[in-house]
């Protein structure tokens, strides 16, 4: 990610040529019309790259499990608020 500047957020896509240690990263906003078109511009060579100094290191890393992904439980607003759902007053007057 790093080697790549690919800082800004995921989804990303980017192009590396490692016999040219060259790469471009698509910009633009993630939908299937801008990475259609940013490929394009690339087998076109019409999309600018960037070199590399050296290949970045791929790391071996377990599959993930799915299990890290849960949703935290939140707590209703309800209950942050002190809201009472009798409460006849909840956005009137006070």
């Known amino acids: 990610e790093e080697a790549l ?16 240690l060259a790469y471009s990263r698509m910009t633009n906003s993630f939908s299937e019309k801008n990475v259609v078109s940013f490929l394009h511009r690339i087998i076109m060579g019409r999309q600018g790259t960037s070199l590399i100094a050296e290949l970045p290191k791929i790391a071996t890393v377990e599959a993930w499990d799915g299990l890290d992904g849960t949703p935290i439980e939140e707590e209703s607003l309800a209950d942050i608020m002190g809201w009472d759902d009798d409460d006849e007053n909840i956005g009137g007057e006070l």
């Open 5 to 20: 500047g690919l800082t800004f957020g995921f989804p990303a896509v980017a192009v590396l040529a490692s016999d040219r």
